[in-house]
């Protein structure tokens, strides 16, 4: 069957195993209560999810299996004369729980390789959009193009037992994957570089040859690739595009018609988009003072009339995060060490020093600090891809690899078509005056 998947279904016939102990003897346990503002504002906080890559605490921040962002820089092989981790290593502790080792890696580099021939017709299928298309529609275009090659809609249709779901799962994950980095690079050369293609080189690892299909050959993007591709990869199941994924896969739609669908999640400016957002902000601000290098009190400035004209700042704030980011602060460590004197990346740095002390003086701002996208986007600018429409189709190369290990693993705990319950507006108004219940069917 191949390592990985049967170190996979080894997992997964335990884990399987464990739950099904789990809710025999606490199936009816109460978890937390509802607040009627949780069911109107979003579903804020309610714990009504299990994913198994990652957990993200509001103090402590994103955790993959347990491990730390500077844990994982730490413990996960890295490429040849490179000092960050990569990204199949982080795929393949997702999927399996394990730290891997060196040869863990190459052998998931070596079937990434292998399987990412894209055909022509998903080429044919982006080359019929107008060039002035966003390239996030045109990235899920692509992805829904690539469905015609499904294991799993091949399966199902054939009659496939639903324990042996997983599988053909798991084999359109691992081609998705593997495929992803070229669609994307196409589309970034088509757009903004005159149609003129690199092909992949099979020598170097995932995220490296993404890099080079980019046609950014030096060592030092190439490590940003790698970093950047752990850090995006996930944030545990509640965000859009992990939840919408999760959601339309439990429908038992395959994985290209799930990811796609978590990815025109991802392309939201309240998701995805935001560091797109940042970018922009920055530049206006650069615009507006007049200089690429504003100092902390025009900054400060520039901060306070946003916020008086009722905007917010890009690239500050999360729904559970209570401290800076730390994959903010990763990159942050990045910068310091590969390009210090970046006039764009200082100001980055100065914007941090600046926004949360506003904020926090406004006293209605939980989480003041910065989160992931307020530093992305000016990484990319130094090493010259500048064309920031297209940093949310790094952000969906990145986030394929959670939400994939995720829908493997729902499929392999045959976890159920998601459907909550919904109530109006008058049901609520006669259970408050007590005419009537508002929970059931």
């Known amino acids: 069957m191949g390592i990985i998947k049967d170190t996979f279904k080894a997992k997964a016939d335990m884990v399987t195993a464990e739950i099904k102990e789990l809710l025999k003897e606490h199936g009816n346990k109460v978890i937390g209560q509802v607040q009627l503002s949780q069911v109107y504002q979003g579903m804020r906080g309610m714990t009504g999810l299990v994913t198994e890559t990652s957990l993200l605490d509001a103090q402590e921040g994103i955790r993959f299996r347990g491990y730390s962002i500077p844990e994982l820089q730490s413990k996960l092989p890295k490429a040849p004369k490179g000092d960050e981790p990569l990204p199949e290593g982080l795929f393949y502790l997702m999927l399996t729980g394990d730290l891997p080792s060196e040869q863990d890696v190459a052998h998931v580099t070596d079937i ?145 018609l799930s990811y796609a669908a978590g990815m025109n999640g991802l392309a939201g400016p309240l998701h995805g988009l935001a560091n797109q957002e940042v970018i922009k902000w920055i530049f206006e601000m650069q615009e507006k003072l007049g200089t690429d290098s504003p100092t902390k009190e025009q900054i400060e400035q520039y901060v306070k009339d946003t916020l ?21 602060t990763a990159q942050m460590e990045f910068g310091k060490k590969h390009l210090p004197d970046d006039k764009l990346v200082n100001t980055v740095w100065r914007v941090y020093e600046t926004v949360p002390p506003i904020l926090q003086s406004l006293g209605k701002i939980k989480n003041p600090w910065p989160n992931v996208d307020a530093h992305s ?64 069917e």
Do not use: C
């Open 112 to 256: 990434l390789q292998r399987r990412s021939h894209v055909p022509n017709h998903v080429f044919a299928t982006i080359d019929a959009l107008p060039l002035n298309t966003h390239p996030m529609t045109m990235f899920v275009v692509g992805v829904m193009a690539l469905q015609t090659e499904s294991y799993f809609a091949k399966a199902y249709s054939e009659g496939i037992n639903k324990k042996d779901y997983w599988e053909p799962a798991f084999d359109d994950a691992i081609l998705l994957i593997a495929r992803l980095p070229r669609i994307a690079a196409y589309i970034y050369r088509r757009k903004y570089k005159n149609n003129e293609h690199i092909n992949p080189n099979g020598l170097l690892d995932w995220a490296g040859n993404f890099a080079h299909m980019l046609g950014y050959d030096n060592h030092s993007f190439r490590e940003l690739m790698r970093l950047y591709m752990t850090i995006h990869a996930d944030h545990e199941g509640g965000n859009v595009s992990a939840h919408t994924t999760h959601l339309v896969g439990s429908a038992l739609s395959d994985p290209y």
């Open 308 to 328: 008086a004209a009722g905007k917010v700042v890009p690239g500050y704030g999360h729904a559970v995060l209570r401290k800076t980011d730390p994959r903010f």
């Open 377 to 440: 986007g000016a990484l990319l600018v130094h090493y010259g891809l500048v064309e920031y429409e297209f940093y949310t189709v790094l952000f969906a190369v990145s986030r394929a690899l959670g939400v994939m290990a995720s829908l493997i693993w729902d499929r392999a705990l045959g976890l159920p078509i998601e459907r909550p319950k919904s109530i109006t507006t008058e049901l609520v108004k006669k259970w408050l005056k007590g005419e009537d219940e508002i929970w059931g």
